[in-house]
Structures are given as C-alpha cells and as structure tokens.
C-alpha cells in the first residue's frame, strides 16, 4: 500500500479507453473528514484510481453544499487487477488552509471533461 501526496486542481488524465470504474463509498469520519474508496479496472492503473478518488470527493464537497476540500491522504492497493484508492479529505464552504485544496466546482468540470465518474 502506497501513500500520494494531493495533486493540482487542474492536473487532468487521459483515463485509458478500456477503464472500468467499479463504485465509489463514501465513509463519513468524523464532522468534515471524509474517506472515499473507489475501485478501478481495465487498463487503468494507480493515477486513475487517484483521480477518481478525487472526482468523487469533489462532487460530494459541492452535494453537501459546500466549495471546497483539502486533500488528507490518499492510500492505493492494487489486487487481482483491480486498483483501489482511499482518498481522505476534509470539505469546506471556505478555503481552507494548506496547498492541498481542490475548488470542488473545478474539479468536477475537469472530471466530466475526461469522463470520469463523480460520486
């Protein structure tokens, strides 16, 4: 099991044409924090499983009605050929402090441009 530092609000992927996104599970860990574990499969590998973790996260900060969201952590495992992410963030109707922060409304613009799914 790995650990990924955040990536940039704007980083965008070009998910491979076989990528088969298995589900996302949104896990309320206390107040703001929140864990999103999604699986991914096909031809799609560490960086997509990421980037959906993120999607996800993104379109639930704005579901709850707030703006943003701070990237805690993300941990991935790969078995059988299938990649699972672990996403952690905390959301927020304000920016909230550290380098991490994604504006949800961003992203979830980015997602739709690649066609990977939100929660």
Known sequence: MGCVAGQGARDTLDPPARTQYLGADTRLLDGDLVSFLVQIAGEAGQAEAIAYARCAAAQYT?????NFARHVR??????????????????????PR???TIDAEVVVDDCNAQNIPTV
Do not use: H, K, M, N
């Open 62 to 66: 704005l579901i709850r009605g707030y």
């Open 74 to 95: 993300t941990s991935t495992t790969q078995r059988g050929g299938i990649w699972e992410a672990d996403g952690v963030y905390t959301i927020s109707p304000d920016l």
């Open 98 to 100: 550290g380098t991490r």
